[in-house]
């Protein structure tokens, strides 16, 4: 009936100036985080002028891809509106297993110590979903559990790794003076970026759960499913998380799981993703994880006392889940 | 005449693109029971949460006792002596009733922070006692009927009001949907009580019941208020013409676009299926091309019969059958696999993802149809999508654009097109598809149902009121507590009439 009501071409230049002119605005929200990080980066450097240099930013860039790969597996449960808490812990315990089992299993040890954090990931998923518990109850409780397993097995002392190192020795190395860990997160994410905007469950179920569960469970999106490979996926990233630490250190260290927990979310927050799930992707982990990095090693170079760190992860970790919560999406505070 | 103890002058009330009310103006005396009535979607609800101070008004005046307020909140309003009994029930069901009945508002009924339970008691009797009402102050509020809750709550509001020392003006909305005929009795019995020291804004879309209990009606529509009559003066078809904009019998149910269905192929067919305390013994028979309305009060099952086939709840006994082959799906995502579609009638909690554009929202349902290889392909998608937006006519024509920025019925119709662009749907289930929307998006909607028959869907439909079911549908099934209760054929010509129908359902 209106069909010729509507302007022909003549309309759609316009149109598409105006969408552009809204894509570039939205470009300005997300450039927070980006000028945050430059910013930083840029105070650090004036007080500490070899920050920048190729040894400052190779050091960076090694100490970041432990937080990128933390923070990427982290994004996973928050775009669903959940969170893992149990992440940390989970990767500690894998540097223990990996550090653990190097000089019996060989190369085999990779493998399988990924499967078993992995498994551990989706037992919280299994746990969320079957009993409809809230996932950080569910992961506060395994948090313990596989803390409690770490300390156990390694009799609560560093494990060194005693033998083949020359399995994941690669990930110490450098690439024209980058580091190999470094590149080795920016690959991971790019898969997991290219998940999440090209497979329909990356980027329809997904953050269709994040934001609306009910009317994702209504149009036939296997929800449970989702949520299971979610807090699996966050496993798998912390056990590539615990293969990146035992080869920078060379060994397995059960007490690292609380220094990681609290930078893996505040660099999923602090790049601009809400809390609340539904919304953002990997370039704002990115960054994230840049900024947490450069607030980690800042605190380093200037001399803080490194007790000042978690002090700064927790106010930037409240100032930013603050600006970027979807306060409709929580019904009642608690 | 008696004075005017609550006046609104062009009251005007926006939500995202739709006029909730549009310059309604009216006026309640004292001592009066005031009839709003509308159909869903007409205003009367925004109406009395603007007097109750819930919600805030874009303009326009209101007036207590001659005085100019406005409620920024709902104590503002019971300040004022307004008072406001909801629909859904407010009361803490693990503490007594005359605690409910003084939470908050204790005063001497605590002393040094303990509760002095004889003035707790005697408080909340007379408040019950005003009312007429047997309940026990001392009952637990959960041991309580679902009606006399509800008459506790009137207690509340009335205890409320009395502290204040004036003529309470209490608003009443939609109390008696739930309620039993012998219930309504008692409600109307207390409303007549109130009027004794108070007045009174009794919401419903029944008709019969407002004429029953009320003074003076107030009627709206879209909006806006189309008439004012004395209740003893008027008679119920004329308040219904005007209600709907049309004469009863007249049809904007596009008849004339009405095809026979295929008798001889059953789509769904349901034999003799059963839930625990639901439902027990639902059979029926939808074909090819045909509307089938399946009509009941609340709590007569016909929900649950329809989340049953969609997989959301479970049934123990009886047989489900899909183009004659049995089916059980275990959850929604199963149904949808075989072919089964759902419209929800929380649109905006069930049906539509908020903050997911209208691209993304529309292949939720079966995003293989843009993609390629396990991977979406950008182009097919968009192409797809600008079909569906230009043949659905849904405004704005952005496929970018964050669904809960577009109008109730421009959101319906994303929810409607991603059920129709699936190749495999079969059987389509529309839980009160029109629920909120403005007259010309309803007639779109039923338009496009019509169409939905026409190309062989099997269609279920709840409607709104029986009107719609009559109107839209090829056959209508009743329910009443779980059980049907009657069939009719809806063919032209031989349609049922309103009163068979309701003789039905209760």
Redesign the interface.
Known sequence: M?EAG?PPETGSPL?TRL?RRARRSNLGARAGPLIALLGLAGAVSIGHPLFLSAYGLNTLASAASVIMLLAAGQFLPISIGSIDLSMGALTAFGTVLLALWLPHLGPLAVPAMLIAIAAAGLLNGLIIVAFQMPSFIATVGTLGLWSGVSLVVSSASAVSVTGGYRVIAWLNGNIDRVPVSFLFAIVVMTVLGGVLT???VG???L??VG??E?????????VAIVKVLCFAAAGLFSGLTALVLVAQDISGDPTSANSLLLPSIAAVVVGGNAITG??GGMSRVLIGALIITVVQNGIGVMGINPFYEQIVYGVILVAAAGLTL?RSAIGVLK | MSETVLAVERLTKHFVETVALDEVTLALRAHEVLGLVGENGSGKSTLLKILGGVVRPDSGRILVRGQAVQFSGVADAIASGIGMVYQEQSLVPNITVAENILLGQEGSAVRWGWYNWKQLRQQASIALHQLGLDIDPMARTESLSFAERQMVEIAKVLFLENRRHVAPIILLDEPTSVLESKEIDTLFGQIRRLREVGSVVFVSHRLGEVLDVSDRIYVLRNGRCVGEREAKQSRHDDLYEMMIGRSPGQSYYHEESRLPFDEGRPVLSLDGLSARKRYSDVSFEIHAGEVLALTGLIGSGCESVCRTI?G?EPFERGLMRLEGVKISPG???D???MGIG?V?A?RR????????NVA?NM??????V??RR???DFRRWRTLVAGWIERL?IKP??P?ADVTALSGGNQQKVVLA?WLLRSNLKVLLLDHPARGLDVGAKTEVYALIRRLAQQGLAVLLLADSIDEAIGLSHSVVVMRDGLVSGRFSASPGRKPLEAEIIKCMT
């Not at chain 1, 009910?214 to 296997?222: E, I």
């Not at chain 2, 292949?363 to 293989?368: E, Q, R, S, V």
């Open positions: 209106t509507r149109r969408r090209l497979t329909p980027r329809l179920a953050y269709a934001l609306a009910p009317a994702a469970q209504m149009s036939g999106v296997r539904g919304t979807d | 969609f959301a959850s929604p995502a149904a949808v696999a759902y929800p929380e909690i069930e049906g539509v993802v908020g903050g997911m993304a292949i939720l349902a079966d995003p293989g843009a993609a396990g991977l979406l006519r024509a952005s970018r991603k």
